[in-house]
């Protein structure tokens, strides 16, 4: 995570990690900028959403499941639950608000079959 940070902030000049949250294949949800803070994640959005960032390359292999439920089945429904997203949020992958292979083909697919996508 100090890596990602000092990437984001030397490298790319940003005042933090530019995600809301950061998921490690460790089992943990990290929190970067958090639900307070307007991330740097999407140029253009980022005042209209959070941004979560997969630690990894996912374009053959998806995150394993407990790794997608951290998200899917832990952080979206605490959101909702503590206010931070409404009952009716919509789910997007990285690509479709830009330039980018992000999230990675594979784990786009997943995203694609959750609660909200759009």
């Given at each position: 995570?100090?890596?990602?940070?000092?990437?984001?902030?030397?490298?790319?000049?940003?005042?933090?990690?530019?995600?809301?949250?950061?998921?490690?294949?460790?089992?943990?949800?990290?929190?970067?900028?958090?639900?307070?803070?307007?991330?740097?994640?999407?140029?253009?959005?980022?005042?209209?959403?959070?941004?979560?960032?997969?630690?990894?390359?996912?374009?053959?292999?998806?995150?394993?499941?407990?790794?997608?439920?951290?998200?899917?089945?832990?952080?979206l429904p605490c959101a909702v639950r503590?206010?931070?997203?409404?009952?009716?949020?919509?789910?997007?992958?990285?690509?479709?608000?830009?330039?980018?292979?992000?999230?990675?083909?594979?784990?786009?697919?997943?995203?694609?079959?959750?609660?909200?996508?759009?």
């Amino acid at each position: 995570m100090r890596a990602m940070q000092r990437f984001h902030q030397d490298t790319r000049g940003w005042d933090d990690i530019g995600y809301s949250f950061v998921v490690g294949s460790d089992g943990y949800v990290y929190q970067g900028r958090g639900w307070h803070w307007v991330g740097a994640h999407t140029k253009g959005y980022n005042s209209r959403g959070y941004g979560v960032g997969y630690i990894g390359d996912f374009s053959a292999a998806p995150p394993d499941a407990d790794t997608i439920a951290l998200v899917r089945d832990e952080l979206l429904p605490c959101a909702v639950r503590a206010g931070r997203l409404r009952h009716n949020y919509t789910v997007r992958g990285h690509r479709q608000m830009g330039h980018t292979d992000c999230p990675g083909e594979s784990l786009f697919r997943e995203i694609e079959t959750w609660r909200g996508f759009v």
